[in-house]
């Protein structure tokens, strides 16, 4: 049984529309961000909020503060003593985290936990450098069958370009929708987690 | 709800609930931080609860039991036929192209409850005291306040097929909604022809409640063209449509940015 009502302040009556065309043809040949096919909104918060854009529009007060809820305070422009340094525990696993160093400058890189996703499972190393995400790769992808397999291998670089491209774009968030993305995101945060990224 | 000022601090937290991942963007200002995250926690567990009750993958929900035709609906949660008459609502106004009752294996109205959710949170942190902030639930996101140093929230539009893209960033002060067919595979459903959407495309709703919009983005996926000027009636709600040949259709009021 089935019954018509309008939420307060609807009615149904307007509006023209255009007709758009073409438009993102212009947007790919700026190439100003790379964005991928799952909305890893969650990850675009946590990599964006690290980035230069976003911490210079907090306060310097706020810095302080989110260290309190674990967070390495990243400061743009400054380094970074808490990616130069291993987290607790980390040494204790060192095929799971790994620290590198070259000239001076740091990495540190970490594979997070395996995800679930509709078609298979798969784990996701993160590798962090001055404060920066400075790759992403899938290092375990197991699937269900072939076409699994060769879907996820298509999607899998888009979310690492929406990865690495949410440390730099000049927005608050992405709408969009997920698949295997949840996956990848939830390793992802794992990943971070275990070098204190977060 | 205000905007976010030079001395607003800032909280960030990501949960994992109803199959995604939901994040907080929050600013304060006038309460302690200790105050905003226990609200975050608080919202968090009304996510989990809703969750609880609404998921159709968890066989003994609530929902999945009225499913079953194991229990009436006078023995669930108020929040289910609260849900289901926001769901008959929006079959009216979306031609049917949104009918949580024309899917296969009985009503299932997981399209608008991940937006309806959010949105009842938003409530709860506009209450307690959170000037502004974003909440986005996989790509659903809802705003309240403004952005620090904005006057809107700067959104990008994920392009369905073009991976180095976005579609478009737009403006908003409102909730944002975005469904494809290319999202979870192929999980979108015509209720008028019985078969499942398979052409690539993408449909972002906007408008000032999250639930509204995430069931018009669905119904919008669904219909493509031929459902955009029904839609486009429902009053403070915008739509962009990306169809599958390429073009583009959207109603004049969504805010397209043009230089970032």
């Known amino acids: 049984m089935r019954s018509v009502f309008l939420p307060n302040g609807f009615t149904t009556k307007r509006s023209v529309y255009e007709i758009r065309t073409e438009r993102h043809g212009a947007w790919e040949m ?28 907090l306060p310097p007060g706020q810095v302080g503060q989110r260290s309190a809820t674990g967070a390495a305070p990243p400061r743009s422009g400054s ?84 990865v690495m491209s949410a440390q730099s774009a000049n927005i608050n968030g992405i709408s969009g929708a997920t698949y295997t993305s949840e996956a990848y995101a939830t390793s992802l945060q794992s990943a971070l987690k275990k070098l204190k990224f977060k | 709800m205000s905007l976010a000022s030079e001395q607003s601090e800032v909280l960030i937290h990501d ?42 993958w968890k066989p003994e929900s609530p929902m999945s039991r009225l499913r079953r035709g194991e229990v009436g609906i006078g023995e669930v949660p108020p929040q289910i ?43 709860l942190l506009i209450e307690a005291g959170i000037d502004a902030g974003m909440v986005n639930a996989g790509g659903d996101l809802a705003t309240f306040g403004r952005p620090p140093k904005s006057d809107a929230w700067r959104i990008g539009i994920q392009h369905p097929w073009k991976a180095d893209a976005l579609a478009c960033v737009i403006e908003t002060s409102d909730s944002v909604a ?25 449909a972002t709703v906007v408008g000032a409640s999250l639930t509204v919009a995430d069931c018009l983005a669905t119904a919008l996926a669904v219909s493509g063209e031929a459902g955009f000027e029904q839609i486009s009636e ?12 390429g073009r583009e259709m959207s109603t004049s009021d969504i805010v397209f940015v043009n230089e970032i």
């Open chain 1, 30 to 57: 700026k190439r100003v961000w790379t964005v991928a096919v799952g909305a890893v909104v969650g990850l675009a918060l946590v990599v964006g909020l690290h980035s230069k854009t976003r911490l210079s529009a």
């Open chain 1, 79 to 162: 380094s970074r003593p808490a990616a130069s340094s291993p987290p607790p525990g980390a040494s204790n696993a060192p095929s799971r985290v790994t620290k590198g160093s070259a000239s001076g400058s740091s990495s540190n890189s970490a594979v997070g936990s395996s995800e679930q996703y509709g078609y298979g499972m798969l784990s996701v190393k993160v590798t962090v450098s001055a404060n920066k995400i400075t790759d992403v790769t899938v290092v375990n992808l197991q699937t269900a069958d072939q076409y699994s397999q060769q879907l996820a291998s298509q999607v899998i670089p888009m979310l690492k370009s929406e």
């Open chain 2, 15 to 56: 949960e994992e609930v109803m199959g995604t991942v939901v994040s907080f963007e929050l600013y304060f200002s006038g309460i302690s931080r200790d105050r905003a995250r226990s609200t975050v926690a608080a919202a968090c567990d009304q996510l989990h609860v809703v969750d609880g009750v609404f998921s159709t």
């Open chain 2, 81 to 123: 036929s609260e849900v289901l008459e926001i769901c008959s609502w929006a079959v009216e106004v979306s031609s049917g192209w949104f009918d949580p009752w024309a899917l296969p294996g009985g009503v299932d109205p997981t399209g608008l409850v991940k937006g309806w959710a959010i949105e009842q949170i938003t409530h």
């Open chain 2, 178 to 202: 975005t469904s494809g067919s290319y999202e979870r595979g192929s999980h979108l459903f015509d209720p008028h022809t019985g078969r499942l959407v398979n052409e690539p495309g993408s």
């Open chain 2, 234 to 245: 429902v009053e403070g709600y915008g739509l962009y449509l990306i169809l599958p040949d």
